[in-house]
């Protein structure tokens, strides 16, 4: 038994010759692939790249498409973007003086867009979130607390420093010859270093 697959119902809508290059048109066009007409409108309208005011052009006409057949009755917040994508045109080239008598090339590249519509629902995958919805709260792991690293000549100081410290708490009678027999050992590791 023959399967027969029925095609789905498709509207389209092309511009040709636009001033951008390939490449750039189609990171807009992969930012509305799969969404509903009203969000890939938004998208547009709110992307900072100048190649979204074309793109948003074919999208109107993609639309106005499907509005004015008469046999699919379709209305354009019911539509999805089923596929949109950029293909690259053909490149004016154009010359520059440089020095020396020199030229340099110029590449215009062009652009074709493509959008096609279909009935159904949308099937991005971004993640759908209601205009006015406060971000969900995040909770950022425990911070683990790393032993400092220490040097040397950091740890001799504080010992030194310590030491004194300590003898002057206890006050006893000979510890002043005591400090004074760390202070000569801690400065002599120093010269040697230096020399």
């Known amino acids: 038994m023959a399967v027969v697959e029925t095609p789905e119902q498709t509207v389209r809508a092309q511009a040709k010759w636009v001033h951008s290059s390939a490449r750039k048109a189609r990171l807009v066009t992969d930012l509305i692939r799969g969404r509903s007409v009203p969000e890939a409108r938004t998208v547009l309208a709110f992307s900072q790249r100048a190649v979204a005011k074309d ?61 096609e519509l279909a009935q ?17 709260p995040v909770e950022e792991p425990e911070a683990v607390e790393e032993p400092e690293t220490v040097d040397e000549a950091e740890v001799e100081e504080t010992e030194t420093a310590d030491e004194p410290e300590a003898v002057e708490e206890t006050e006893e009678p000979g510890a002043e010859t005591e400090t004074d027999e760390p202070e000569a050992e801690a400065e002599t590791p120093e010269t040697e270093s230096e020399e």
Not at 55 to 69: D, G, I, P, Q, T
Not at 90 to 105: D, E, I, N
Not at 120 to 136: F, K, N, Q, Y
């Open 55 to 115: 793109v948003e052009k074919v999208l109107r006409s993609a639309v106005a498409n499907a509005e004015s057949r008469p046999d699919l009755h379709w209305q354009g917040d019911e539509l999805v973007v089923i596929s949109a994508y950029a293909d690259e045109g053909p490149t004016l080239k154009r010359w520059r003086a440089r020095a020396r008598g020199r030229v340099a090339r110029i590449r215009k590249r062009t652009c074709h867009i493509t959008i």
């Open 120 to 136: 159904g629902l949308a099937t991005s995958t971004a993640p759908s979130v209601p205009a006015m919805a406060a971000p969900e």
